[in-house]
């Protein structure tokens, strides 16, 4: 009696621990079925254990789950008293699905159980929890993935960067969201000699020139602050120690997502560029001083006469208001006489081939149809528009003066020349008079008469001298007043220098070497007879200087747009300070111990050089003392061709 109501006592036991169990426990047969299911199963599953027994096992499993289950559930039956533990989702009576995890003990040996022992929990919440730690984990891990992506990204623009800064033409920088700089280029510490340690944070500074700094510094706090970009320049110290001016230009730079990471700067050396500028403003202030102060007429034109700019003087010149001047109804060309037109064209035609042209004189017509004498010269300021600037110098009051000055060498001239053609007419009649002596008079007679016709032919001489230098007087006057016959044609320059030496030779003075290019013809627009002129008072000047025994040499060559014709001695050569004063008239130089004939008054250089400026061309000499010299002109060469 008391055993059985042990028993009994246990079998309460146990159903009340199984009833009461969290876990569920279920009996299932070889074949699945459930034949039992404890209470627990309606939490879990919301089944009954009556619902739960009359389901198939296979409908409440997740059909991605059978087959590992039944593949475990097999092997399970396969060997007694083994235990399997299995996870799988299983079908909730609601219709969602729940995570469970079955302990399986196989117990169908067993006589008093016989049946697949299994403990079922619910493992939902772990297994969300176990997802979400999963995902929580894969999206670190993304995170560390894009993170090491986005670092290696930086890093390898942040080399491309240095790359190419440190190979940029320009010095570069960075700073921070503190206004710390964190990188030099190469260019700016090979700019500074200093290394990227001294230049980081505000250490770059310490380059600044003192009185820049303090402004330098205001600009790039202000324009930080307001997330602006900003130029500004200042003097930076080179590694030589000089400071050059810098022009700086920064502006604030963001990442992908627009956030502020600093700013990013690069620099160029502008000292040559300040320097110019400053010249150019200096040079502009010069220039409008000289505009506005009126004492040259100053006008701007291009090639077609329109005028773009003059001043009051100029205007003033010419009798017009500048208003009328810069109207353009009125053109450069309307103001030049006639005679001046082909003159004019060819100052037009040196101004565009070299860029400048005069000093010349001229005559412009004034409004009112007078005329009034100028110098003019001019210079080429925008070959693209084909503007020039131009200069004119109103010369009446010195022609008045040269005019009076020439008067008054005509009437010495009269004076002079008078007497001297008397005496020269009686010395003449004299010498006649003594040739036409009887033969039979005594010998201290004819002794005498002799001494009388050497001295007479001495008085010839001397008489032909002056009056030589009275027409060299007269010469110069009329070259100074530009009233000498002038008459332009385009002419062969190798013929005239031909016959200049043909001439020279011819009288047997001297023994001329003459060198001509290879062309034939040189053409250029001139007065033959001046150029010849010319070309003989260089001559002259050579007879007088060089050693008889020693060639002259005669050189004509053709140079770019130019031809330069030189005339070259071996005598004693002149010094710096006689080459600049050998053109000015009246100019003797002083040789020592030189035993030459009378040399005059020293005008044919002076008359040579006249000349040359006439037709546009220059003079020039270049010599070194005691290994002669060599005296030269250039004319302007011809735009077209002539005939042989």
């Not at 409008?288 to 009051?312: K, M, P, Q, T």
């Amino acid at each position: 009696m008391s055993i059985e109501v042990s028993t009994t006592n246990s079998d309460r036991w146990f159903r009340g621990l199984v009833e009461h169990n969290p876990d569920v426990i279920v009996l299932l047969t070889q074949e699945g079925i459930v034949t039992y299911a404890s209470p627990s199963i309606e939490r879990v599953l919301g089944y009954t254990p009556q619902e739960l027994m009359a389901i198939n096992t296979r409908a409440v499993v997740h059909p991605d789950d059978i087959s590992s289950l039944v593949q475990m559930f097999q092997h399970l039956l396969t060997i007694p008293d083994m235990v399997d533990i299995h996870q799988f989702r299983c079908l909730h009576k609601d219709g969602s699905w729940r995570w469970v995890e079955a302990t399986m003990t196989n117990l169908l040996h067993e006589p008093e159980v016989q049946a697949l022992v299994t403990n079922v929990r619910d493992i939902s919440k772990r297994k969300r929890a176990e997802e979400e730690e999963l995902k929580a984990l894969a999206q670190r891990k993304k995170e560390r993935l894009v993170e090491t992506a986005e670092r290696k990204h930086m890093e390898e623009s942040e080399q491309r960067f240095h790359l190419l800064a440190d190979n940029a033409s320009v010095m570069i920088w960075t700073s921070g969201i503190d206004k710390l700089c964190t990188y030099f280029n190469a260019p700016w510490l090979a700019f500074t000699g200093r290394t990227m340690e001294q230049e980081l944070g505000n250490g770059w500074a310490e380059g600044v020139y003192p009185a820049d700094k303090q402004r330098c510094l205001e600009i790039y706090t202000s324009s930080f602050d307001a997330r602006k970009p900003f130029s500004r320049d200042y003097r930076l110290k080179r590694f030589d120690g000089e400071y050059r001016w810098i022009l700086d230009n920064g502006v604030p730079f963001y990442a992908p997502e627009g956030t502020f990471m600093g700013y990013i700067g690069s620099c160029i050396d502008i000292t040559e560029r300040r320097t110019l500028e400053q010249k150019l403003q200096y040079s502009e202030l010069k220039l409008r001083s000289l505009v506005e102060a009126n004492i040259f007429g100053i006008w701007v034109v291009d090639g077609a006469g329109r005028f773009y700019e003059v001043n009051d003087c100029f205007a003033q010149m010419l009798g017009y208001r500048k208003e009328e001047l810069l109207s353009g109804t009125i053109r450069w060309q309307q103001l030049n006489p006639p005679e001046y037109q082909e003159a004019w064209a060819q100052a037009a035609r040196i101004l565009l081939s070299t860029g400048a042209c005069g000093p010349y004189e001229k005559e412009y017509l004034r409004k009112d149809g007078s005329r009034v004498p100028v110098l003019v010269a001019g210079a080429m300021i925008d070959q693209e528009r084909d503007q020039a600037l131009m200069l004119t110098l109103d010369i009446s009051d010195r022609k008045a003066a040269e005019r009076r000055k020439q008067q008054f060498l005509r009437m010495v001239s009269h004076e002079l020349r008078t007497p001297l053609t008397a005496i020269l007419g009686l010395v003449e009649l004299a010498l006649r008079d003594i040739n036409r002596r009887p033969t039979s008079i005594a010998l201290e007679t004819e002794e005498l008469l002799g001494q009388i016709e050497q001295k007479l032919k001495m008085a010839c001489g001397q008489a032909d001298i002056e009056t030589r230098l009275v027409g060299d007087l007269l010469e110069i006057s009329q070259l100074e007043l530009h009233q000498f016959a002038l008459t332009l044609h385009r002419e062969n320059l190798v013929n005239i220098v031909k016959e200049t030496i043909a001439s020279h030779r011819a009288l047997n003075i001297r023994n001329i070497e003459l060198v001509l290019p290879a062309a034939e013809i040189v053409p250029v627009i001139a007065d033959a007879d001046r150029i010849e002129q010319a070309l003989t008072n260089y001559l002259t000047n050579a007879f007088k200087f060089a050693p008889a025994d020693q060639m002259i040499e005669v050189r004509l060559e053709v140079e770019a747009s130019n031809v330069r014709l030189e005339v070259r001695d071996k005598g004693p050569g002149l010094t710096l300070e006689q080459q600049q004063l050998v053109w000015e008239q009246f100019y003797q130089v002083a040789v020592p111990g030189y035993q030459g004939p009378e040399r005059g008054l020293g005008l044919g250089l002076s008359i040579a050089k006249a000349i040359i400026e006439q037709h546009q061309g220059q003079v020039g000499v270049e010599s070194v003392p005691g290994q002669g010299a060599t005296f030269w002109f250039a004319l302007p060469l011809a735009s077209e061709l002539i005939p042989a």
